[in-house]
């Protein structure tokens, strides 16, 4: 049950849906947390259509304080929602393998011509040109550093990467955090180390770069960004 006055807002990234962000839905929800699970066509409207439908949605949140958890494409989708519909209420947003500087494995599949790949997602976001981040709620940006993943297929993407999306590029000025974690781009999806991150980020503004968080396995899964 929901204890707190807080709502989550999960927004998944390209070709999947919002069962995609069920485990973090439920986890938030263990923790108190409200949520909201927003799934959208990703490939037949663009990030700034997605954004508009977003804020229909969250009309009929009536919680004080709402903030969102943002995966891959889905980091965009809300930079236009902040951008296109600046008064939003209080809260904090916490994005996770975003590529605020445009994704390489994008422009390589433009450049060869297989834009239907990626579909309308290349229309202001993939390519690097989503609006700037302006908006007073804090945004904290968590990165993947495993390589695994479709990234594969394009050799000269840039190092560390999460196997799809490079570290540097979910860099994004006006972000009041980043941290870097040993997980693949999907991985961040399930990884119970970036869930906690997640969490301590919407408590208090900032990711636990000092005290790192154990897995399952009793290893320390947190690497502070150089």
Avoid at 60 to 87: E, I, Q
Avoid at 100 to 117: E, K, N, P, T, V
Avoid at 184 to 210: E, I, Y
Wanted: proline share 7%; net charge neutral.
């Amino acid at each position: 049950m929901s204890t707190r006055q807080e709502t989550v807002v999960l927004v998944h990234g390209l070709y999947v849906h919002g069962l995609w962000m069920c485990l973090l839905e439920s986890w938030l929800e263990q923790s108190g947390y409200r949520t909201v699970n927003y799934s959208y066509p990703t490939m037949t409207r663009s990030p700034a259509e997605n954004a508009a439908t977003l804020q229909g949605l969250l009309e009929r949140v009536d919680t004080p304080v709402v903030h969102f958890l943002a995966h891959s494409m889905g980091g965009l989708v809300v930079r236009y929602l902040f951008h296109d519909h600046p008064k939003q209420k209080p809260g904090r947003v916490v994005t996770l393998g975003t590529p605020h500087q445009g994704s390489y494995a994008a422009r390589i599949m433009r450049d060869l011509g297989l834009d239907f790949c990626v579909g309308r997602g290349l229309e202001g976001g993939l390519l690097g040109d989503a609006p700037t981040w302006t908006a007073p709620n804090q945004l904290g940006s968590i990165a993947g550093t495993l390589n695994i993943g479709f990234g594969l297929l394009f050799p000269a993407m840039p190092e560390p990467s999460d196997g799809l999306i490079a570290v540097v590029e979910t860099q994004l000025s006006g972000m009041v955090d980043h941290i870097c974690l040993p997980v693949s781009h999907m991985q961040m999806l399930v990884d119970p180390t970036a869930m906690a991150q997640a969490g301590a980020f919407f408590a208090t503004g900032r990711f636990r770069h000092h005290k790192p968080i154990p897995s399952a396995g009793g290893q320390e899964h947190v690497k502070s960004t150089p």
